[in-house]
């Protein structure tokens, strides 16, 4: 998607046009509710006398206190349907208390000699840098949890009120420069028609909070706030990351004749999603989820989810001073091996590195964090951390289906060593008389194109290839996927990308092993033609995505989707490869199944 861009049209009305990130799809009408929020980043720093700076430190401390008991009742008065979210909450008061926040500012109080709120100011922006910098978006959207928890800090030195926003008693579309997870939880969801933020992207917790509820989001709009007032007649187009503020008749028609077909399509993928998706020929692809916390479980089990094929493990790992124990892990595996069973789980080891631990675990700084020490790199080097966690894997798989994949494999010797270690964690469980399940399906995750190109050798050491397409496109296009300014060339129908995803599954059928794709390629359905036609044996895709894939997968038929890849692997550039799937299944898939944002 494009930077923001502002078009004016024709007058009486302004119709303008702001472009932002695709937060939550859907379309929404109505007026604009702008929540206000004080500005606690004006702090001014003053000295204090030596003699006072123990109260000030009770001062932080009471600040810090009060925060907790403002959360806890946040979380108590959480409403039945916003439960699966209170783990951000609580990620929230750990926060409060994080070694780096919580002692960091009370010693730089006493050696700074310096109020609380400054210390909170210049110690917060230090961890926020490090969350920042991180290459994955999903750990550099944390530094908005730490701007959140500050804030409520600040507030509470500060004496400030809070941007109360409980009181809305209309149904309107919030508009708000970033919206905390307990400002988001505290709203009268009933009356939230839309939402739609300055900051943020598609990782942020209002676009996590939104998916899940259903109501469109556009996020990232930069300067929403600035250009849109309360009661402005303003369209949501969610699924396409545009808002149109004040709009003439013609495009309100038009867009209410969207919102009606969107909404007839959600109400049709719904009523079918827990049907299997099997082509019309026969052929049956499972559909399963990709989730990071337990939580999300049930998400799954709602979307018709054939499974967990991908569980992101690198939650239980951040804002705390030393890793989740054996036992944490198990039970955390367990509960959604558990829940899931007697369908698949699919966990894979920590893919962290670099410098994304808050705290604890320092690492160095690197140039180039994408491509320095994360995932299966740092766990080899980090045996002790690595083992603790194959042991919490190995045991759960006593108790569910549970299989393990080791991600950012780039060479044979890794896979080697990984499966040495998991080997090794057997017999030591063996000896240990710990119940365990030894013959663990193992997997390794195809996301850097050297082990696309080694994929026939690789194919030989495990059970199943998962094609991790945000990585590999990352690597092989050489377009960072955090990147805004070269997001427009983040393609996943590049004809490369098609070719390498080909050979992958060429060279796993070969070897007889299953191959899977479990990056946001999959959950796409503008890219399901081309991917049912390379016959991968699983997708694996945001749970919110699955219904309309099982759904698509059953309007085509493999025989079909074949012939139509050997067309598209044929096409010279992405844009051919797009207008065949348009030419193709625009006017048999419903019209809905494709976001249009360009349509305008
Ligand atoms: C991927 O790279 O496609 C993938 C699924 O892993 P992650 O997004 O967690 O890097
Ligand atoms: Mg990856």
């Given at each position: 998607m494009s930077d923001t861009t502002v078009r004016h049209a024709v007058k009486?009305?302004?119709?303008l046009t702001l472009q932002g990130i695709a937060g939550s799809p859907g379309i929404a009408i109505g007026k604009a509710y702008l929540v206000e929020q004080e500005d606690v980043d004006v702090v001014e720093k003053r000295f204090v006398e030596p003699k006072n700076i123990p109260a000030e430190v009770r001062r932080f401390k009471q600040g810090v206190k009060k925060a907790q008991k403002q959360l806890q009742s946040v979380i108590e008065e959480v409403p039945e349907e916003l439960r699966d979210h209170t783990y951000i909450l609580h990620a929230h008061m750990m926060l409060l208390k994080d070694k780096m926040i919580y002692n960091g500012t009370i010693e730089h109080i006493e050696q700074e000699n310096v109020n609380a709120e400054w210390a909170v100011k210049i110690v917060v922006d230090k961890v926020k840098s490090i969350f920042k910098k991180m290459p994955d978006p999903y750990f550099r959207e944390r530094a908005s949890d730490i701007a959140h928890i500050s804030k409520l800090i600040l507030e509470n030195l500060l004496g400030t009120g809070h941007s109360n926003i409980s009181y809305i008693d209309k149904r309107v579309i919030i508009v708000a420069h970033d919206l905390s997870p307990a400002e988001t939880t505290q709203m009268p969801l009933e009356k939230v028609k839309a939402f739609l933020t300055d900051l943020g992207g598609q990782t942020s917790h209002t676009g996590i909070i939104a998916r899940s509820l259903e109501i469109p989001a556009v996020l990232g709009l930069e300067n929403g706030t600035e250009l849109i007032k309360t009661g402005d007649l303003i369209i949501v187009d969610g699924s396409a990351g545009v808002v149109i503020v004040d709009p003439d008749e013609e495009t309100l028609a038009r867009y209410q004749e969207r919102k009606d077909l969107f909404e007839q399509y959600q109400a049709m993928i719904t009523r079918s999603s827990h049907l299997p998706a099997e082509t019309t020929d026969g052929f049956h692809l499972s559909v399963m989820a990709n989730i990071e916390v337990l939580e999300e479980v049930v998400s799954v089990i709602d979307h018709g989810?054939?499974?967990?094929?991908?569980?992101?493990?690198e939650f239980l790992y951040l804002n705390r001073p030393t890793p989740p124990s054996e036992q944490e892990l198990f039970d955390n595996y367990r509960d959604v091996a558990e829940i899931m069973a007697p369908s698949t789980v699919t966990i894979r080891t920590l893919d962290i590195?670099?410098?994304?631990?808050?705290?604890?675990l320092q690492l160095a700084e690197e140039m180039n964090p994408a491509l320095g020490l994360r995932a299966i790199r740092f766990s080899l080097r980090s045996p002790e951390i690595f083992e603790t966690q194959l042991r919490a894997i190995l045991r759960a798989a006593n108790l569910g289906n549970v299989r393990i994949m080791f991600p950012m494999i780039s060479e044979v010797d890794e896979i080697v060593q990984a499966k040495r270690m998991l080997n090794q964690t057997a017999e030591s469980l063996e000896k240990d008389r710990i119940p365990f399940r030894a013959n663990i399906e193992v997997g390794a995750m195809i996301e850097v194109p050297s082990a696309v190109i080694m994929a026939d050798i690789l194919a030989r050491e495990v059970d199943f290839f998962s094609i991790g397409t945000n990585d590999l496109i990352q690597y092989s296009l050489a377009i960072d996927r955090v990147n805004k300014q070269v997001a427009h060339l983040y393609q996943p129908l590049h004809p490369a990308v098609l070719r390498m995803v080909q050979r992958v599954v060429e060279a796993g059928k070969e070897a007889g092993i299953q191959v899977y794709m479990c990056g946001e390629m999959a959950g796409d359905p503008v890219n399901l033609p081309v991917l049912l036609g390379m016959e991968l044996d699983a997708i694996s895709m945001n749970p919110i995505s699955i219904p309309a894939i099982k759904m698509l997968v059953r309007m085509i038929s493999l025989k079909e989707s074949k012939l139509f890849l050997e067309e598209a692997l044929k096409q010279p550039t992405t844009t051919d490869v797009i207008k065949l799937v348009q030419d193709t299944y625009g006017s048999s898939f419903p019209k809905a199944a494709f976001s249009q944002p360009n349509q305008d």
């Open positions: 009486p009305s302004l119709n989810g054939d499974g967990v094929g991908l569980y992101r493990t590195g670099g410098d994304k631990f808050a705290s604890g």
